[in-house]
């Protein structure tokens, strides 16, 4: 009676190979502003993408078209806010907990502080995410002229999947959604502000994140402004900052984010490339594997019945070659159909026998 044992699917054939990634989540920080990035962002044609889901491809080729580039620069203060500057106002951050918070900013003709921070974003945030918060704030235009902003700013990550850039596709793509709607009234003494004529903001705006890169890769934004909900007007926008040049960032957090990935993706196509070539023949009783090797490798060779229950085992470690073989003798076993596993590096291949 030959020696008979179980063992489980799981153990039965043992896979190797290494799973990419896991979803794909913003955190505070591989995401949140460097201090002393200065960035260059390219205009690009503006574009309406509103599909919603997993597994979307988005396609970016056009984006690295354009020659028309706006600057950003982020500065921590000593008060720890974070700080957006560009040419025309600077936007002050603060972190609270996991949450990035506006709470004022400020330009040569206005400046607002809020009372109640406009929500930005929240840390960790991955797809499915929604959150939405009032936000509330006091300034003055023009030197003299006092306004109040009141509002809502919800954020949501509402789709992932791929993006192509050129040629290459980029994978771990998620985008998150964010929408701004609030008033603004404004008169030459604070005390009538409260009845003074509104108008209406309502801004959208669309980041793609890429995993392994702290700023988004495609940005666009709609804002689009009322008076006392009359439509007055919409301004579009769209720009880029592309991976290849977030890349040259120093950036240790992605940097080391995407070398693990880079590792992972080997070693995913390693595993899934064949390196053994064999053919499979019986005489008798004798099941005999020949086979030839493109790497290095550990074998092992089973046959067992449709149950699970394992009758024969071999394994071997073979250096990469040609002219090799190995032989295992199910002499005695029941007549019937049976399973020859072969594991090469993880990797499994299945015959049928006939004994």
């Known amino acids: 009676m030959p020696n008979r044992f179980i063992l489980l699917l799981a153990t039965l054939i043992t896979m190797t190979s290494n799973v990419i990634a896991q979803d794909f989540m913003l955190t505070r920080e591989a995401n949140i502003m460097s201090d002393s990035d200065e960035i260059s962002l390219t205009r690009m044609p503006y574009f309406s993408s509103s599909r919603c889901g997993k597994g979307l491809l988005w396609d970016f080729t056009e984006s690295s078209t354009s020659k028309r580039h706006f600057n950003i620069w982020h500065q921590v203060d000593t008060v720890g806010r974070h700080l957006q500057l560009t040419d025309r106002d600077i936007t002050y951050y603060q972190n609270a907990k996991d949450t990035l918070l506006i709470v004022s900013k400020e330009s040569p003709l206005y400046k607002i502080t809020y009372n109640r921070p406009i929500l930005a974003m929240h840390y960790p945030f991955a797809y499915g995410d929604s959150l ?92 689009t402004s009322y008076d006392n909900m009359t439509p007055l007007g919409t301004k579009q926008t769209a720009y880029c900052l592309l991976p290849d040049i977030q890349s040259q960032f120093a950036d240790s957090v992605n940097e080391d984010i995407r070398r693990k990935d880079s590792l992972a993706a080997a070693e995913q196509a390693r595993a899934n490339t064949d390196i053994i070539h064999y053919t499979v023949s019986q005489s008798g009783g004798l099941v005999t594997i020949d086979y030839s090797l493109d790497s290095d490798a550990d074998i092992t060779a089973l046959v067992s019945d449709a149950m699970g229950i394992v009758y024969r085992r071999t394994h071997v470690h073979n250096q990469s070659g040609t002219g090799y073989n190995l032989t295992l003798d199910c002499s005695g076993l029941r007549r019937g159909q049976y399973i020859l596993y072969i594991n090469v590096n993880g990797k499994v291949y299945s015959n049928e026998v006939a004994l």
């Open 132 to 223: 939405s918060a009032p936000f509330s704030g006091y300034g003055v235009y023009c030197g003299d002229h006092p306004f109040k902003e009141q509002g809502m700013s919800t954020i949501m990550s509402d789709a992932e999947g791929d993006a192509v850039i050129g040629e290459d596709t980029i994978h771990n793509v998620l985008r998150v959604y964010t929408l701004r709607s609030y008033s603004i009234c404004m008169d030459i003494d604070s005390a009538a502000l409260d009845s003074a004529r509104l108008k209406q903001i309502i801004k959208e705006r669309y980041d793609w994140y890429a995993r392994g890169y702290r700023y988004p890769i495609v940005t666009t934004v709609t804002s």
